[in-house]
């Protein structure tokens, strides 16, 4: 294992930030992109490595590697199109710690031959795979790292459903990175929540006014979710003002859905159940045991039958001015939930340190509907 592959055992979710001045997809993304001055900066906030094209079609060449290579003393990948051992061998030249191999593009054979270089090289490798048969490729070629990349590099269209069933069905003794079509909080989440170790990110920081800053909204501020929504313009507020995940409560309560509303491509949905959870369609559900005929006050977060974060909430109908304190103490991630407001966010995420925030009677103007001047107060104070 290479500097590159080490640096995405990090534990938690990593980053492969990129440096592209245009896509055949997109056209220029940002053509002045200087990578002397951007791969440092992704570096110092919070990229386990920064990824570099150097292909003509994306405005890229070996020059802009070195660049690279002279700036910043974190692992740096070339991505182009390499199907020939010299093309390895220039890239390790020009100071790369690992390269790109894509699996449409190459037989085992070829595969096998430029794995075989990059080892004798010293270079890691991400080996790409876009459908189930390439990661099965993949697996068969003892690939140490595993791209999973939403788009399809034929008709450029974005998948991220089959992507994240992708990267669920990897094997967890593999580094998986998932590529493309990461743009928001949510979206990186869910990658984490399907066991991504990273993901590469390239034309959302292009075209951020900060690239830097975008990173780190998408690495590591809390997610947001705001609970109970049982109307469509209440969902819309929800996601205007920049909210990750859209609860909806299926069991009994004044917040009761009839069912789960639609949510944009930029939130995950959550089904929210007391005692049995069951699958409506959501990307995650929210199981609360039932006790003494209310919920407990603590639940999970589900992937499918998978737990992926605790909910940690307020005794039923009771305080407890420890649970700030409580919920500090618990690894791993924390949806921090119960009496949380636009007044007492920023507080309880300074104090706890949480993967997600969690509102819902605070943000109401009745049961179940929504004062979306509190939701926007509410998401602004946690953001």
Known sequence: MGRFADALRTGGLGA????????????????????????????????AAVSILVDERFGGTLDDLRAAREATDAPLLAKGFFTEPEHLREAAGAGADAALLLLRDVD?????????????????????AHDADELARAVVLDAEVVGVNARDLGTFEIDRAAQLELVAHAPRDRIV??????????????AE????????????????????????????????????????EDVAAAAEAGADLAGFVLAESPRRADAPLPV????????????????????????????????????????????????LDL??????????????????????????GPDDVAAA???????????????????????HERVRAFVEAAR
């Not at 109908?317 to 791993?332: C, I, K, Q």
């Not at 995420?349 to 509907?369: F, H, K, N, Q, T």
Request: net charge negative.
């Open 264 to 311: 944009p491509d930029t939130m995950l949905s959550v089904a929210v159940f007391v005692g049995e959870s069951e699958p409506v369609g959501t990307d995650l559900e929210q199981l609360y045991p039932a006790e003494n005929g209310h919920r407990a006050r603590d639940g999970f977060l589900l992937r499918g039958e998978r737990e992926v974060a605790r909910v």
């Open 193 to 232: 929540l399907a066991g991504a170790d990273a993901i590469l990110v390239g034309s959302a920081l292009m075209r951020a006014q900060d690239p830097a800053a975008k990173l780190t909204d998408l690495l590591r501020r809390p997610l947001v979710k705001v609970c109970g929504l049982t109307r469509e």
């Open 315 to 340: 005794p039923w109908l009771e305080e407890d001015t420890g649970h700030w304190e409580r919920a500090a103490a618990v690894e791993g991630r924390v949806m921090l939930a119960g009496g949380l």
């Open 108 to 128: 085992d054979r070829r595969a096998r031959l430029l794995l075989d270089e990059a080892a004798r090289l010293g270079l890691d490798v991400l080996v790409e």
């Open 177 to 190: 990175v998932a590529e493309s079509g990461v743009s928001t909080r949510a979206q990186a989440a869910a």
């Open 349 to 371: 995420i300074e104090a706890v340190r949480p993967w997600a925030v969690d509102a819902s009677r605070s943000l109401e103007s009745a049961p179940g509907i929504k004062d």
């Open 16 to 47: 492969i930030a990129e440096v592209k001045r245009r896509s055949p997809s997109a056209g220029d993304l940002r053509p002045d992109a200087d990578p002397a001055a951007l791969a440092p900066s992704f570096a110092a906030h919070g990229a």
